[in-house]
RNA sequence: GACCCUUUCGUCUAACGGUUAGGACACGACCCUUUCACGGUUGUAAUACGGGUUCGAUUCCCGUAGGGGUCGCCA
């Protein structure tokens, strides 16, 4: 069996953003072409020029290349079928129209626009998705082709690219599937033989509507800006629609493409949801090294305006360590800096409700402070030493003074590992806080 | 409205026609723990409905209902 190369390609306009549902029509498109030893080819959509910017063209590129979804031809790359930008190939698609015409396809309206003359039939689409799917085109009226302006509309310039460029499989959203039988019949028309069809279904918003710019995690962009990691976000938009078909969820790059077949794909539309996205993020955040992770939380706390506490301060490095295992997403060291850093940060309001049920809170307080003033080598270990000599001085368990120490050390009821922070945070500083906050709740309490 | 696709826990999904219908996110409980977490165990929770076919249906067929898509001189 001799079956031709694989070649796919991803077909973006550039009118907006790069959506995450177009970004997963991308990675399946790179999965098959890997899995298959293909090509994946990039084409820029952007005939209709009032409406292309170049903020949306590189939207695409940029996302599609921090996804590492990388593609063997297209812009910034060529290739043998270059240019990939469809305002750029008016020739070909001059040719093409000629060809049309001359086989008596076309006829021209009052007004210039050029339609095509519909065969009238009911295609049957084998499609490698949806099965066999019926297409009724004998009621439906003649595509227009060419504008009167000139310019050609997207169903035949997407034909004859597809046609130049060899495509062999046509991997896209199942809300193309009735251009596609438009597109079938322009194949026909012109001697070529249709690619190979796979209609996806869609990714919608979690209440079922489509998902928009305005919703959240509907732009690429949301997730670059917000530091997720790219492997975490091709991990999740794999399982939209795709399936190992046992229990793994995690899954690498690598042990997905064996597993890329058709009937492993699923057949009804996905309802993102966000917080699992973030769970896939928080997974690979916490098997990240500690200088990717530095690497990534400094690159995001440098784009921060303003800048958040601590950012420029020469103790960072040694903090994220003990914010790592602790965040679903970089954005949430906008929580743990300030208690890191910011010694007059106010204690919250859940974390003085939750110490004011505290019983004996003075002589307790007292009694912690009086043990932690005697440590001299201000280690984590030896922390924990005077912590349960505290405690057993007071005769409770050493758990109990933890929770008041967080507080009044960082003025949170939730945060990092606390001795080790206190170790980081040094003994002068410490005990400053520690001080500073025993006398304005003694205070307060009479 | 017409046509097409689709329907398993709230969500993502698994289950050669025979399973106590499994896993994951989220949520609750318990355990672990020297705090906060992680982790472990566990609980609540699903085959849309009605007909067939079959010894037997989540699985195959038909219908109904719900959801989505499409009906451009946008792509």
């Known amino acids: 069996m001799s079956a031709s190369p694989v070649r796919v390609r991803f077909a973006p306009s550039p009118t907006g953003y790069l959506h995450v549902g177009g970004a997963r029509t991308a990675l399946f498109n790179w999965l098959y072409a890997r899995a298959h030893g293909g090509t994946f080819v ?17 939207a695409i590129t940029d996302g599609l290349n921090w996804l590492g979804l990388d593609w063997d031809e297209g812009p910034e790359k060529g290739g043998p079928h270059a240019p990939y930008y469809q305002s750029q190939r008016g020739d070909i698609y001059d040719a093409y129209f000629q060809k049309l015409a001359d086989a008596g396809h076309t006829y021209t309206e009052d007004n210039g626009a050029v339609r095509f003359r519909s065969p009238r039939e009911i295609i049957i689409l084998p499609d490698k998705i949806g099965g066999d799917i019926k297409i009724d085109r004998t009621e439906e009226p003649d595509m227009t082709i060419r504008r009167p302006d000139g310019s050609y509309i997207f169903h035949f310039v997407n034909v004859v690219d597809d046609i130049e460029m060899q495509i062999t499989h046509v991997i896209r959203g199942e809300d193309h599937i009735y251009n596609t039988g438009k597109h079938i019949e322009l194949f026909r028309a012109l001697g070529a033989e249709p690619p190979v069809y796979a209609h996806i279904p869609l990714i919608l918003n979690g209440d079922g509507s489509k998902m928009s710019k305005r919703d959240q995690g509907a732009a690429v962009g949301y997730y670059q800006e917000n530091a997720f990691l790219p492997a975490a976000v091709v991990n999740y938009l794999c399982l939209l629609g795709w399936s ?14 064996p597993l890329f077949r058709w009937e492993n794909m699923g057949h009804s539309n996905a309802k993102f949801d966000m917080e699992k996205c973030r769970w896939f993020n928080a997974q690979y955040l916490a098997q990240l090294d500690a200088p990717s992770f530095d690497h990534l939380a400094i690159a995001w706390l440098l784009r921060q305006e303003p800048l958040l506490p601590g950012t420029d301060d020469p103790r960072l490095v040694g903090a994220l360590p003990l914010i790592q295992p602790k965040i679903k997403s970089i954005t949430e060291l906008a929580e743990h800096l ?28 007292n009694t912690l402070l009086t043990h932690l003033e005697a440590v001299t080598d201000w280690t984590a270990v030896n922390l924990q030493t005077a912590v349960a000599n505290a405690a057993s001085a007071l005769a409770i368990k050493p758990g109990t003074l933890l929770f008041p120490l967080r507080v009044l050390t960082t003025g949170q009821a939730h945060g990092v590992d606390l001795l080790p922070a206190l170790e ?3 003994r002068k500083a410490a005990l400053a806080r520690l001080n500073a906050r025993v006398v304005s709740l003694t205070n307060a309490a009479n």
């Open 244 to 257: 190992p078909k046992d229990d793994r969820e995690i899954l690498a790059i690598d042990e997905i493409l």
């Open 42 to 58: 990039l084409r820029i959509e952007d005939t209709d020029a009032a409406r292309n910017t170049a903020a949306a063209q590189a």
């Open 338 to 365: 300030p208690m890191l850093f910011d010694s007059a940060a106010p204690i919250a309001d859940e974390a003085r409700t939750k110490l004011a049920a505290q019983p004996d809170l003075a002589l307790r307080l």
């Open 424 to 426: 980081w945070l040094g």
